[in-house]
């Protein structure tokens, strides 16, 4: 995502889990590619009792402290590992006592990116994320990157990115952060279009030649712009007519990243996430980023 540094840059989640470890590796690269520094943020929930409601501990006490001192350490350790010896990139860490989702939520104001792991394995569908991912990616203010990978391997990084288009203004914000992704990975980008949203088809009276070559025309409209202003950034058009997180989670199979919009055409301005994206964030076998317009 073009633009100045913010005041946290890439802000990254961590709980000291695999899937976080494998958050703070992809969060470290994508950081490097912007040259902005990585915060390493953990969350240390209050221990609270049932009753009188309220902290059991007005401070962190002593054995959170420790435990959270572990996270941090593994944390850099993996930053380190993943940023080699350049040194160019700037690693912070942070430690709060305060519950994770809205100590995220507030710091993501000041954020390029927020970045947290999956958790959770399943085919379409069943697939649950952890709270503070699936909280994040309804409530977060910037962008948000949800890591799956499969057992800590992240994709190959010469595989092409991928967003959807669907001609919605959130979707014209995912094709502008998949173009910026694609050029600073020096990668292709599948840019998805589903001209339409039912999922049987033809539907009585709809011409099928009639219909794709509005497509073709709507999608070349939409990526028109971006290839100007993005000239090394090869593009491969990709028109499906229905399902498109179908679609979408099967060319995911063949890329690096996923970009989906935080909501889609015809949603409700209330919607804080697209049936799409919801299925795309919970179901993809590698990151997917939701972005906010």
Sequence with gaps: MAGEATKYGILVGIDGSAESNTAVTWAARAAALRNVPLNLLHAVTPVVVGWPVGPLYQEMPDWQKDNAEQVIAQARQTAAEALGDSGATQVHAEI??????????EASADAQMVVVGSQGLGALGRML??????ALVQHANCAVAVVHSDDGVLPDSAAPV???IDGSPVSEAATAFAFDEAAR?????????????????????????????????????????YQERYPDVHVQRSLVCDTPAKWLLEAAERAQLVVVGSRGRGGFDAMLLGSVSSAVVHSAKIPVAVVRS
């Design 96 to 105: 709060v006592y305060a519950n994770a989702v809205a100590t995220l939520v």
């Design 129 to 134: 994320l952890g709270s503070v991912s699936s």
């Design 162 to 164: 991928l967003v959807g």
């Design 185 to 225: 990975r020096g990668v292709d980008l599948i840019a998805l279009h589903a001209w339409s949203d039912v999922g049987v088809f033809p539907v009585l009276g709809m011409d099928w030649r009639d219909g794709e070559s509005e497509a073709y025309e709507v999608l070349a409209e939409r990526l028109a712009g």
